[in-house]
């Protein structure tokens, strides 16, 4: 189930490899939003706020997670690409290593922070117990999400796709069904969704250990290799760390842009997650196509042919842009007949509608410089250049924390909404340019090396 991204049509390489991304991400949204949908039908419009308020935090979390174990997998997928067989078990040791210390680091800070970060996030009284119950239990099971993430990651950087979509689609269909068990036979509320997504996960996580232990010799380590190596640490960190901070700050960004939403009640919040969920919904394949590119990248950084890279880019650029114009229209098109599904029959839908019509529209007009930021990002980390990709996610918060302190002046609920085109489309210039410049030092490093 490895794929060699060094050979063939870099267009032809790019969508076979992403394809499966794109169905893994689509059902990992589809089971994140059982919770919001379940939570709203069978709890209510307030419970469906309370896990929406959190969901800044938890891309926060989460993606801090996703990031440094993204990071520590780059390694691996350069010394795939430069056929160092022992040195991608080595990697592997090392990256699982770390990330236990990460584990430990992430979950003692998401669950100290966690009632002093909903406070400052202005979360509405009448919805804060639920909003903290929820996300002290997805903050106490962090160490399936990144444990998750990163055996996932391993696979992907040695061209495997398929497989984590396997263990993702199993896991999706059993966090519905425990949703349904917790929330509705049990009557947990909020917290039975919790225990649902980390219960899922933590499976996730077993069934992709068990495959590479069986069925991937090359991603399994020896006894000699399970110890810190130097070299490898201090490789991995420096992408790593970058990583982290990069969705770290995005996060913020966004906690910020939920912190302006906040202000304008329940219902505005439960509206603007119902059409937040729908939107992160479409957008997965722009997101497959990023992870896409960090193991095409990564791998042929490692074999040095810096040519088939470019190309790449330009492969991937082109068919983002069709992508977006397609989520573009499809969010438009389904976010009436589907609001329906995340509130109970005595909700005004047509009073939500608004709130929710404000963010999903605005939002897809900007889709196509969205999506040129996770091609330009992932490139460049899977080169191993993690500071200007970092900085991305600094512009984006800038942009995000101008718009949001203006819009929270003058209480201007559009204005909250415009938050993400903004930030999109400042990152998206700024990692454009970085893209450009990244290039050019590689070329250079090459020229002189020869």
């Known amino acids: 189930m490895e794929r060699d991204m060094t050979k063939g049509s870099p267009l032809l390489v790019i969508l076979k490899f992403t394809l499966p991304l794109i169905i893994g991400n689509i059902f990992q949204q589809l089971y994140n939003m059982a919770d919001t949908i379940i939570v709203g039908r069978y709890v209510g419009a307030n419970a469906l706020a309370a896990v929406g308020s959190t969901g800044t935090i938890m891309f926060l979390i989460v993606g801090l997670a996703q990031g440094i174990t993204a990071g520590f997998t780059v390694l691996t997928s350069q010394r795939f690409g430069a056929k160092d067989t022992n040195g991608v078990k080595r990697s592997v040791a090392n990256g699982i290593l770390l990330s236990l210390i990460s584990t430990f680091l992430l979950t003692t800070f998401s669950v100290l922070s966690m009632h002093w970060i909903l406070t400052k996030m202005n979360t509405p009284a009448n919805i804060f117990q639920d909003a903290y119950t929820y996300i002290m239990i997805i903050s106490g099971g962090l160490i399936t999400t990144i444990f998750y993430n990163l055996l996932s990651s391993y696979l992907r950087a040695v061209g495997n796709s398929q497989i984590p979509l396997v263990f993702l689609v199993f896991s999706a269909v059993l966090n519905v069904i425990l949703d349904l068990i917790l929330i509705i036979k049990f009557r947990m509320g909020v917290a039975g969704a919790g225990y649902a997504t980390i219960l899922s996960q933590g499976i996730s996580a077993v069934l992709c250990f068990l495959y590479i232990y069986r069925y991937m010799p090359d991603l399994t380590p020896q006894k000699e290799h399970w110890k810190f190596h130097l070299a490898d640490t201090r490789h991995q960190l420096s992408v790593g760390i970058p990583m982290a901070l990069q969705f770290a700050i995005t996060a913020s960004g966004t906690m910020i842009m939920q912190s302006a939403i906040n202000l304008f009640g329940s219902d505005a919040v439960a509206s603007f997650t119902a059409a937040g969920k729908l939107q992160t919904l479409v957008t997965q394949g722009m997101m497959a196509m990023g992870q896409t590119m960090a193991a095409y990248s990564g791998q042929n950084f490692g074999k040095g042919d810096i040519l088939r890279i470019k190309k790449g880019v330009k492969s991937a650029l082109l068919a983002s842009t069709v992508y977006s114009i397609v989520a573009a229209i499809l969010i438009c098109s389904l976010l009436k007949p589907c609001l329906g599904l995340f509130f109970t029959g005595d909700v005004d839908i047509t009073a939500m509608l608004p709130w ?18 996770f091609i330009f990002r992932n490139t460049m ?11 991305g996610g600094v512009s984006e918060l800038l942009a995000r924390l101008l718009v949001a302190i203006i819009a929270m002046s003058v209480a201007s609920y559009p204005l909250s909404c415009f938050c993400d085109p903004a930030a999109w489309v400042t990152a998206a210039v700024f990692t454009g340019v970085s893209y450009l410049v990244v290039m050019k030092d590689i070329d250079k490093k090459y020229r002189q090396a020869s």
Do not use: D, N, R, V
């Open 381 to 391: 980390q899977g080169c191993g250049y993690g500071f200007l990709p970092m900085m």
């Open 356 to 373: 929710a019509k404000t963010y999903a529209y605005m939002c897809a007009i900007f889709y196509i410089p969205l999506s040129t930021i």
